[in-house]
């Protein structure tokens, strides 16, 4: 009988321990460092939260037709290579396809000092210079708020880096 007693103390022991001692949280016993209620999550949480309805840039990526441009070379005049070669001015573009939801349709772009590519229809080492109806790609930044943030008075503001011309497509 004693054995049977002393079996049956240690059993109750042994599972009375591990539940009161691990609250499911970090692996700390229920209640370690919070005298006053208030855990380091909920602090940060907050401050998160105040924090995650500014406005960040994410990448920015659109493709569509172009409508007209202005666009002036203000870098790389005096040398050969077109790795230098840097633009400024406006761009009119009828946007087909934007990544995280930016506006489509017409769309006005302005560029500084950004790379264009333009492209060479005759193969003859000259690039053309692009006209209404041809493919323009635009890759840049654009200013965006989380999904759950109120958007009254946000515009988003696109960015442009780079700015890729093609022939348009014949049929």
């Known amino acids: ?3 049977l007693m002393i079996c049956a103390g240690l059993a109750a022991v042994a599972l009375a321990v591990p539940a009161q001692a691990h609250n499911g949280v970090g692996g700390k016993p229920a209640g370690a460092g919070k005298p006053d209620g208030v855990g380091k999550r909920q602090a940060a949480a907050k401050v998160k939260s105040q924090s995650r309805c500014t406005p960040r840039k994410v990448g920015y990526n659109a493709r569509g037709v172009l409508v007209s441009h202005s666009l002036t070379q203000t870098a790389g005049q005096g040398t050969t290579e077109t790795g230098d070669d840097r633009y400024s001015g406006d761009v009119e ?9 930016a506006p ?3 769309q006005e772009f302005t560029l500084t000092n950004g790379r264009v590519n333009f492209y060479d229809a005759n193969d003859d080492g000259t690039p053309e210079q692009p006209s209404a109806g041809d493919v323009v790609k635009l890759h840049g930044k654009i200013t965006r708020l989380n999904k759950r943030c109120d958007a009254n008075g946000f515009t988003p503001t696109v960015t442009l880096k780079r ?3 093609k022939p348009a497509p014949t049929t």
Not at 93 to 101: G, Y
């Open 104 to 106: 489509k349709g017409v």
């Open 1 to 3: 009988m004693k054995k």
């Open 93 to 101: 573009v009828d946007v087909k396809r934007a990544n995280h939801k």
């Open 163 to 165: 700015v890729q011309f």
